[in-house]
């Protein structure tokens, strides 16, 4: 995702006092969250739709992040980084993604509602 984009989206705000940021159809770079770092300390909405994010290994730590908007990317895996860098993660929809196994999301017990489209609309959520 472009710095330019993220520097559009801020204003004239400081990182520290967004609570919401949508940077859908913004492509990434190699598939990668470039950009965005974990200065984001207020951020609890997150809109990342159709960007061609692969990975989500570049994560920075987003405690406060409680809902992700991750549909119609490419992602396959690697989700096992939520629980760590998004405690506060209680909506993820990762429609039209390749996931192929969520069994590496672990969670403490608490809601945590995945929306994953396959085929026609299947939602499976996780309590």
């Known amino acids: 995702m472009e710095m330019k984009k993220i520097s559009l989206e801020l204003g004239n705000r400081a990182p520290e006092e967004v609570t919401e940021l949508v940077f859908d159809n913004c492509l990434c770079v190699n ?3 470039e950009g965005l770092k974990d200065t984001f300390k207020e951020l ?5 739709a159709n960007v061609e994010l692969s990975s989500l290994a570049q994560l920075p730590s987003l405690n406060k992040l409680r809902k992700w908007e991750l549909s119609d990317n490419i992602i396959s ?3 096992e980084v939520l629980a760590e860098k998004c405690p506060n993660l209680t909506y993820l929809n990762l429609s039209g993604n390749k996931i192929k196994d ?5 969670t403490d ?3 945590f509602c995945f929306c994953f489209f396959l085929f026609n609309s299947t939602c499976h959520c996780a309590f």
């Open 109 to 111: 017990g608490s809601c």
């Open 44 to 48: 609890e909405f997150l809109s990342m």
């Open 102 to 106: 969520l069994s590496t999301v672990e």
């Open 31 to 33: 598939g990668e969250i």
């Open 77 to 79: 895996g690697g989700l």
